[in-house]
């Protein structure tokens, strides 16, 4: 098995965001970053999938050149290879364009197995995994919620209201994963030194014209007017009256 | 010409369908521009001349086509579009719709604005869109410079009206298949076993976040659910991270998006990715220990103090108010 995780670096913002002053970008200064959430499931997937399985996994970011950490992230979980698209100007980077960069930088490499999240965090587009999928021609079911692979084939199942959705797909294939698919590890102290040994494979992609331009950020407004209860124990008849008021009791 | 790719379930137009609808006419008011519609699937047909107002709906009828078969329907979405030139096209910014014209966007390599909540007229042409980003806890104003603009509405974006005016053309489309447009399908739906009240059913939510400090403590949020009408009990990612709770039960950016008339954020810090899947919720009572957790500023009502000895004071409270 070859397997392929692509995943997006985005900032770990907490209790709100700022914006830069010309309202283009989030303000990143003092925040740190992660792999974005759906993709971090599709690291572990991969993970699991090689031990099971056998074979090798490969780590995929188009993004800036502190996006290795995030790659180092993968790599110290246990992912065997990792290879960042270089472009410090990646928010210019358009779904389409980012997808057109993957298929091109993958597409001789034969995986079996592409795996990409169902939607960055910070983005939201719902369209990269899908986009590359068609790109090389591969079939792709979005948003799984559990994957299994038996011989040369894939069943993967979609968590729907009315209940589990099962595809079976013959490899290879893409899949875009959502959270919930399973629960990340850690890296090990063992893994974060080795992966520090493993080399990064840096490529400059080539950014075709953008579909899409960015004009501002903005937050939505938020109306909530406070109304203290009380503080520790003294407070629960309040409460409980309260929620008798509320309809709740 | 706006175009609107139509979402159903077991014969029926969905809710995000229907306000697709509504966004579609609205901006063609502003635009002096018309709207038509595609509707694929088994039985559909039925509804085409439902659709009041719309120029023209196109039909798919095919039995093979029960239920959302991705390639098909971008394969089918793709012509139509090739052939009817609209420039604007819409649907629902759901997991079909939002699959739906991801697909058909590479297909014609276009640019797609997913999850849209407003779009900006200037000079009668569509100049930008609002749409979400972070789950929604940021807009993004974006302009899309390829042409027809794509794009999908996010659901609650707008609330469906009904649709007046004229019965539209129905035009019957016949479109050519193949194996391949099939090698994507659901093979089966596998019901799932209820347990309960859903977090989207429930009336009242009781989340529990970090401060809890393990699963043990989860039991005293499933007991105030207990006494509560109509409550199931929720969680934070740090919880569910942990496994001190099921994924099924995180509620935020990549969990569940909930509604209920209450809400109750228990050691919860109120990050912003956890708040966006409950600012829908009609109150928000939020008990924490540090009167500066940011939940307070996203909160009605407010309780500061330690949630291991205020749970167990409430719930006594509670019961004796019952048993009285
Ligand atoms: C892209 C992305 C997506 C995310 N998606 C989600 C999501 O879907 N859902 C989600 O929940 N999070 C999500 N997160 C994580 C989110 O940013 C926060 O990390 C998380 O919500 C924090 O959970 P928490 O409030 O339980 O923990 P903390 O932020 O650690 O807060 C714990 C709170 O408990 C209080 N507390 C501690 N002890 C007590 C006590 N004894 N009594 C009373 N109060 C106490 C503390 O004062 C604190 O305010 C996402 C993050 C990212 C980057």
Redesign the interface.
């Known amino acids: 098995m070859k397997v392929l995780v692509c995943i997006k670096r985005v900032p770990d913002?907490?209790?709100?965001?700022r914006l830069t002053p010309d309202s283009k970008r989030?303000d990143t200064t003092n925040l740190g970053f992660a792999i974005s959430?759906?993709e971090e499931c599709a690291v572990e997937e991969a993970i699991r999938i090689i031990e099971k399985h056998g074979g090798s996994s490969t780590v995929l970011t188009l993004g800036p050149t502190a996006a290795q950490e995030q790659l180092r992230e993968a790599l110290a979980k246990g992912v065997s290879s990792a290879i960042l698209l270089e472009t410090e100007d990646y928010e210019s980077w358009?779904?389409?364009a980012v997808?057109q960069a993957i298929a091109e930088t993958v597409r001789s490499m034969g995986f079996d197995l592409l795996l990409f999240g169902n939607?960055s965090?910070?983005?939201?587009?719902?369209?990269v995994g899908?986009?590359v999928a068609?790109?090389l021609d591969l079939?792709?079911?979005?948003?799984i919620k559990a994957l299994e692979i038996q011989e040369r084939r894939a069943i993967a199942?979609?968590d729907?209201p009315?209940?589990?959705?099962?595809?079976?797909?013959s490899l290879p294939a893409v899949f875009t994963v959502?959270?919930?698919i399973n629960?990340?590890r850690h890296p090990s102290l063992r893994g974060i030194m080795s992966a520090k040994k493993i080399p990064i494979e840096q490529k400059k992609p080539i950014r075709r014209d953008?579909?899409?331009?960015?004009?501002?950020?903005?937050?939505?407004q938020?109306g909530?007017?406070?109304?203290?209860?009380?503080?520790?124990?003294e407070?629960?008849?309040k409460?409980?009256t309260?929620?008798?008021e509320?309809?709740?009791? | 010409m706006i175009f609107v790719l139509l979402e159903t379930a077991n014969q029926r137009l969905t809710e995000p369908s229907l306000e697709t609808l509504t966004a579609a006419r609205d901006l063609a008011l502003k635009l002096g521009d018309a709207t038509e519609a595609l509707l694929i699937g088994s039985g559909v047909r039925a509804l085409a001349p439902t659709l009041k107002g719309l120029q023209s709906v196109s039909v798919v009828e095919d039995t093979r086509l029960t239920g959302y078969v991705?390639?098909a329907f971008a394969k089918i979405a793709a012509e139509a579009i090739q052939k009817k030139r609209p420039n604007t096209v819409l649907a629902p910014g759901t997991?079909v719709g939002?699959?739906w014209l991801?697909?058909v966007?590479?297909?014609l390599?276009?640019?797609?604005?997913?999850?849209c909540t407003g779009f900006s007229v200037e000079n009668g042409a569509l100049k930008?869109v609002t749409?979400?980003?972070?789950?929604?806890?940021?807009?993004?104003?974006?302009?899309?410079?390829?042409n027809p603009k794509l794009l999908?509405l996010q659901p609650h974006a707008v609330s469906a009206q009904p649709l007046t005016g004229g019965e539209p053309t129905v035009e019957t489309v016949t479109v050519t298949l193949d194996e391949r447009d099939f090698?994507?399908?659901?093979?089966?739906?596998?019901?799932?076993e209820k347990k309960g009240l859903s977090l989207t059913e429930a009336?009242?939510v009781v989340g529990g976040g970090r401060g809890l400090g393990n699963a043990e403590a989860f039991k005293l949020l499933e007991e105030l659910a207990g006494?509560?009408?109509n409550?199931a009990v929720g969680a934070t990612?740090v919880a569910?991270?942990n496994?001190w709770r099921p994924?099924?039960d995180?509620i935020g950016?990549?969990?569940t998006q909930i509604a209920p008339?209450?809400y109750i954020a228990v050691g919860i810090?109120?990050?912003?990715?956890h708040m966006v899947g409950c600012?829908n919720s009609k109150?928000?009572?939020a008990v924490n220990k540090d009167s500066e957790a940011?939940i307070?500023?996203?909160?009605?009502?407010?309780?500061?103090?330690?949630l291991h000895?205020?749970l167990p004071?409430?719930i006594?409270?509670?019961k004796k108010?019952?048993g009285a």
């Open positions: 913002t907490g209790g709100g965001f989030v959430p759906h358009d779904a389409g997808a939607e965090a910070d983005a939201c587009n719902y369209q899908l986009r068609h790109l079939p792709c079911v979005s948003g199942k979609r729907s009315e209940g589990w959705e099962v595809y079976e797909l959502k959270e919930g629960v990340p953008p579909q899409m331009a960015r004009e501002l950020l903005k937050k939505p938020e909530r007017q406070l109304e203290i209860l009380g503080q520790g124990v407070a629960v008849a409460v409980a309260k929620l008798r509320l309809g709740a009791i | 991705p390639e997991e939002n699959d991801a697909r966007a590479v297909r390599d276009l640019g797609l604005a997913a999850g930008s749409r979400t980003n972070w789950g929604g806890s940021l807009l993004e104003e974006i302009e899309i410079l390829s999908t090698r994507v399908r659901m093979k089966e739906l596998v019901r799932k009336k009242v006494l509560l009408n409550a990612r569910t991270s496994n994924h099924s995180q950016q990549t969990g008339d209450l810090s109120g990050a912003i990715q600012k109150k928000i009572l940011p307070f500023q996203r909160a009605d009502y407010g309780v500061i103090g330690d000895q205020i004071a409430l006594a409270e509670i108010l019952k």
